[in-house]
């Protein structure tokens, strides 16, 4: 191939100059069920998008003429580069030796962004003191050469596109949106890894494919070349309209396939999609806003019902009104929400509207320190909504991009959506993002040397939706168990059997207005508490519930109350009892039908989703023996009994079914446990819960249940 047609150059590297190594991208990118050509693409045109419209993406494959693609696309010294190449896979290396009818590309088009911006033909970093983005895309590989705001923050994205061919080769066409930012160019790169030339120095691991101008290789960008190289690659964009078509041929087929590609652009981009942010058409398949229902329907039938309700509750933050966020101010460093951070009456009314599948949102600030002695207000938004068992799913969206390997409730029973938009906050998570940007790492935002001490606060905004939601959960969890166990363990009382009955209707004879009782949406509790009493010994012995049947009665009790609106809509003659009840709303109706649903398909179970478990228990005594206070105070170290010490001498125990069991390990009289399954026990008991004269203490016990989720 003549030297003034574009050609394959790849550069030799000086002795005294340090020759760098490929980036693990392979690593970071590529596993057994990814396609992150289609993955990173998308981010990309989402990033370059042009104000103010909606971009596009095409993804297709063509088949080029063989001999358009060798006359055009390959030399002699191409050739040699892949055949002596140590990073391509040996069964590729013959690839162009074979004479084919004609050679697969996939070409991922994008529409409505800016194409490469910059101007090729100024060999720099920086022009005018800002980036030069063409030097950035073809020649700054592995360099983290971002400006703020731009993409991620370690500048390997786009060989994620070499990668996914099997000579691990792309080319490109770009068109700018504006001609005085860009020129239209086409070029090539391929990834070939360590080699030496003829004389034994090291050679440049990239080999690009261009034009030599003003001794210095460049893209191709002869108009009438251009117009040849477009129509034989057979671009759908066409040839002025701005934007940039990537090129891959010889594509592999485990990271290009099709099936997967539908499955990881839905997964990763199902936030952007559904809000109208991008639109893509895959292999002929429209994916947008419209149809993306009709998408998973088509191509992802197994995860129809999960999307279908995540999309819901996304309609549902869409239609939040703004004056009901809930501001949480952070003071400390910590990295999670905890509970002192709001008051108890602020926790408890939260706790309660979670737990009425209300959606919650919240506004979190906290200060980030800089090195340069400046600080800022960080900003971040969060949503959360409880939902069915199994249907969890959740995104974090740093301004535009889905940080998806911090999602913390999918396959749960929460809707989860957390946005980082604030300027400043988005940009202290860029520079913490992984290659990939599908984690925040806080040891890669330590390195930068911006922040001072940015640990906490970046584990803080992983953690925040998380850690906030647990602390709901378990704030309904105490309040459920506090008043189940209350009158159990004053073990001085006489009243434990007091009548709990309570009246149909008031003190004026009329009927109580009907209210449906909120432990039927309640899980039940798997767990019994008693109090033991052997021989002036006294203790406590916690054991697996009877769940199925638990469940079973308000199951039947649903039922009940369904029948009774059935009769009362047909006018059927009613019981005496039956007769006083309030009629039901349509609202609550629906609620309770979608709970007999959920106890139905539990129960054929076998119970087993409310499994495996944390269990944790907080005794202390009320103390009414010293000086007659009621106390929540854990222990005294003198007077009162101490776990970690007094277990195993002064404190019998028996158990089974238990597992990682921790007797005051922690600060306090705390003993914790995971089970399995309802077949567990443990008995506490002792001498130590007396006073001196003999006279039973008040014991408190205040247990604590957490669904462990895989």
Same mark, same amino acid.
């Given at each position: 191939? &003549?030297?003034?047609? =574009?050609?394959?150059?790849?550069?030799?590297?000086?002795? !005294? +100059?340090?020759?760098?190594?490929?980036? =693990?991208?392979?690593?970071?990118?590529?596993? #057994? @069920?990814?396609?992150?050509?289609?993955? #990173?693409?998308?981010?990309?045109?989402?990033? !370059? &998008?042009? %104000?103010?419209?909606? =971009?596009?993406?095409?993804? &297709?494959?063509?088949? *080029?003429?063989?001999?358009?693609?060798?006359? !055009?696309? *390959?030399? %002699?010294?191409?050739?040699d580069f892949i055949e002596k190449s140590e990073a391509i896979e040996k069964e590729n290396k013959d690839i162009l030796n074979k004479k084919i009818k004609e050679v697969p590309c996939l070409l991922f088009e994008d529409f409505n962004t800016t194409g490469i911006t910059g101007d090729p033909d100024i060999h720099k970093r920086k022009i005018d003191k800002k980036r030069n983005d063409f030097y950035a895309f073809w020649w700054s590989i592995f360099s983290g050469d971002k400006e703020k705001g731009k993409g991620g923050s370690v500048g390997i994205g786009r060989l994620t596109f070499a990668y996914s061919s099997n000579i691990q080769t792309f080319f490109s066409y770009s068109v700018p949106s504006d001609k005085k930012n860009g020129k239209k160019i086409f070029c090539g790169l391929s990834v070939l890894g360590k080699n030496e030339d003829k004389s034994g120095n090291s050679l440049d691991p990239f080999a690009r494919f261009g034009v030599m101008k003003n001794d210095y290789f460049s893209p191709v960008m002869d108009d009438d070349k251009l117009k040849e190289l477009h129509q034989g690659l057979k671009l759908t964009r066409e040839f002025d309209e701005p934007g940039l078509s990537m090129i891959v041929p010889f594509p592999n087929q485990e990271v290009c396939s099709w099936k997967l590609m539908y499955r990881n652009i839905v997964d990763r981009y199902r936030y952007a999609i559904f809000n109208n942010q991008i639109e893509l058409e895959i292999n002929g398949q429209i994916l947008n806003k419209e149809k993306i229902i009709d998408f998973v329907k088509k191509h992802l039938p197994e995860e129809l019902n999960k999307y279908k309700k995540y999309f819901d509750f996304l309609n549902n933050v869409s239609a939040f009104n703004s004056e009901d966020f809930f501001t949480l101010k952070i003071d400390e460093h910590s990295s999670k929400f905890k509970k002192n951070f709001i008051s108890k009456e602020e926790l408890d009314r939260l706790s309660k509207d979670f737990d009425n599948e209300k959606l919650i949102g919240v506004k979190a600030t906290f200060n980030i320190e800089k090195q340069d002695k400046s600080s800022f207000d960080a900003l971040v938004k969060f949503f959360i909504k409880k939902t069915e068992s199994n249907h969890g799913c959740d995104d974090l969206i740093r301004q535009l991009m889905p940080v998806s390997g911090e999602r913390k409730f999918d396959q749960r029973d929460v809707h989860g959506l957390t946005i980082i938009d604030d300027q400043e906050t988005a940009e202290?998570?860029?520079? &913490? %993002?992984? #290659?990939? @940007?599908? /984690?925040?790492?806080?040891?890669?935002?330590?390195?930068?040397?911006?922040? *001072?001490? =940015? $640990?906490? #606060?970046?584990?803080? +905004?992983?953690?925040?939706? %998380?850690?906030? @939601? !647990?602390?709901? *959960?378990?704030?309904?969890a105490e309040s459920k168990s506090i008043d189940a166990t209350k009158d159990w363990f004053g073990f001085g009382d006489d009243d434990e059997n007091e009548d709990e009955s309570s009246s149909d209707t008031d003190g004026n004879g009329k009927v109580t207005k009907f209210k449906i009782p909120k432990y039927l949406f309640d899980d039940p509790k798997i767990y019994e508490i008693r109090k033991l009493e052997k021989s002036k010994k006294y203790g406590f012995a916690i054991s697996g519930s009877d769940v199925e049947k638990e469940t079973q009665k308000n199951i039947d009790e649903i039922n009940k109350l369904i029948e009774i609106d059935k009769k009362k809509k047909e006018k059927k003659e009613l019981k005496d009892d039956e007769s006083q009840e309030k009629d039901i709303t349509e609202d609550d109706l629906n609620r309770l039908k979608k709970q007999k649903k959920k106890l139905e398909k539990r129960l054929s179970n076998n119970c087993k989703d409310l499994y495996p478990c944390n269990v944790r228990l907080h005794v202390y005594e009320d103390l009414q023996k010293y000086g007659g206070k009621r106390s929540k105070k854990f222990y005294d170290p003198i007077s009162d009994f101490h776990f970690k010490k007094d277990i195993g001498s002064k404190f019998k125990i028996e158990k089974k079914g238990l597992k990682d069991l921790d007797e005051g390990g922690e600060e306090g009289n705390l003993i914790s446990f995971k089970v399995e399954n309802s077949d567990f026990y443990y008995e506490l008991i /002792?001498?130590?819960? $007396? $006073?001196?004269?003999?006279?039973? $203490?008040?014991?408190?016990?205040r247990p604590w249940v957490g669904k462990i989720e895989n």
């Open positions: 191939m &003549s030297k003034n047609l =574009p050609y394959w150059h790849r550069e030799s590297y000086r002795p !005294n +100059i340090t020759a760098p190594s490929l980036p =693990p991208i392979k690593k970071n990118f590529f596993d #057994e @069920h990814s396609t992150p050509l289609g993955e #990173e693409g998308t981010q990309n045109t989402g990033d !370059n &998008s042009q %104000e103010g419209k909606k =971009p596009k993406i095409k993804i &297709s494959l063509v088949k *080029v003429s063989y001999d358009f693609f060798y006359e !055009n696309l *390959v030399d %002699e010294d191409f050739k202290f998570c860029r520079l &913490s %993002e992984s #290659e990939n @940007h599908k /984690t925040f790492d806080a040891a890669t935002l330590k390195e930068k040397n911006i922040y *001072v001490s =940015p $640990s906490n #606060e970046i584990r803080l +905004i992983k953690n925040l939706s %998380e850690s906030f @939601h !647990n602390a709901l *959960v378990e704030s309904d /002792t001498n130590k819960l $007396s $006073s001196k004269n003999g006279v039973p $203490s008040d014991l408190t016990i």
